[in-house]
């Protein structure tokens, strides 16, 4: 059974940062995956935030380029989002999700097989 846990979410004052992570297991990132992040607020759609491919190939959007960053370490099965200089308008639940093969652009909610739960990022002085 494949699942995907994300922790790192909290409360953090504008400018600050958090580090998510998403806990991979029942698969290998050994295989062809893309690893995406997503984050939806209150009343607003879910939207794609970052993502990267089993060939280190990244994706970010614009609303956070510069700023946001992810990474995979393969040998602990886990993907992360660095995020930095968070500002209030950040504040969403964030989702991990994965989908089989190679994606690239931005992430699509419909091209993934395997979602987290969420976790809660607050951004507020």
């Known amino acids: 059974e494949v699942q995907l846990v994300e922790s790192g979410g909290g409360l953090v004052q504008p400018g600050g940062s958090l580090r998510l992570s998403c806990a991979v297991s029942g698969f290998s990132f050994g295989g062809t995956w893309t690893k995406s992040w997503f984050r939806q607020a209150p009343g607003q759609e879910r939207e794609g935030v970052s993502s990267i491919s089993s060939d280190g190939t990244t994706y970010s959007a614009d609303s956070v380029k510069g700023r946001f960053a992810i990474a995979s370490d393969n040998t602990k099965n886990t993907f992360y989002l660095q995020m930095n200089n968070l500002k209030p308008e950040d504040a969403a639940v964030y989702y991990c999700?994965?989908?089989?093969?190679?994606?690239?652009?931005?992430?699509?909610?419909?091209?993934?097989?395997?979602w987290g739960k969420g976790t809660l990022v607050t951004v507020s002085s």
């Open positions: 999700a994965a989908s089989r093969g190679d994606l690239f652009g931005p992430p699509i909610e419909a091209a993934m097989d395997y």
